[in-house]
T-cell receptor
């Protein structure tokens, strides 16, 4: 099993550009999440999904959009990139019930210049 | 909103010394999880605590959940260089629409000097 796969691993964007961060999981998890991690700030939830076709905002959704057309895929879209979006982005997935931890992808390091 | 505070932010120890990180929530938690993130890596799930006063051990790591289910701690005995990384606690609220989502603490960065 590959677990949670994120692409790309690194990306440099210019201000105002757009991009999509890809996330795929092969564990048949219902729940998927996008977090951003800034130095010393822990992990902040951007968006999450409880199943295909269902998404909801987390703590810091502004400037981002998501979709969940399949159980496996949960892409994160950045529109009009800003320097404040420079961060490391982690996708994660989990089973619906408690008792199981999140499985994280290896992350995407994004720099907006 | 729910806040999960973690202290200390940094901890430097000599190899062989003990290490403890503390996690406090502003609200009662249904459960709490702990993760470890190696430098340059991604968070990896360590354990979940559910019951009030629960204590679990994994080799040199001891995890505790407070009686009021608002605080937790991770204690490492006799640290090794392989323990280096950031340790995060993450809590789930009791009930409500946010069930299933975790709120992460800021993490404690542990460095171990050989």
């Amino acid at each position: 099993n590959a677990g949670v796969t994120q692409t790309p691993k690194f990306r440099i964007l210019k201000i105002g550009q757009s991009m999509t961060l890809q996330c795929t999981q092969d564990m048949n998890h219902n729940y998927m999440y996008w977090y951003r991690q800034d130095p010393g700030m822990g992990l902040k939830l951007i968006y999450y999904s409880v199943g295909a076709g269902i998404t909801d905002k987390g703590e810091v959704p502004n400037g981002y959009n998501v979709s969940r057309s399949t159980t496996e895929d949960f892409p994160l879209r950045l529109e009009l990139a800003a320097p404040s979006q420079t961060s490391v982005y982690f996708c994660a997935s989990s089973w619906e019930v408690t008792g199981y931890g999140y499985t994280f992808g290896s992350g995407t390091r994004l720099t907006v210049v | 909103g729910q806040q999960v505070m973690q202290i200390p932010q940094y901890q430097h120890v000599q190899e062989g010394e003990d290490f403890t990180t503390y996690c406090n929530s502003s609200t009662t938690l249904s459960n709490i999880q702990w993760y470890k993130q190696r430098p340059g890596g991604h968070p990896v799930f360590l354990i979940q605590l559910v019951k009030s006063g629960e204590v679990k051990k994994q080799k040199r790591l001891t995890f505790q959940f407070g009686e009021a289910k608002k605080n937790s701690s991770l204690h490492i005995t006799a640290t090794q260089t392989t323990d280096v990384g950031t340790y995060f606690c993450a809590g789930r609220l009791v009930g409500g629409t946010s069930y299933g989502k975790l709120t992460f603490g800021q993490g404690t960065i542990l460095t171990v000097h050989p």
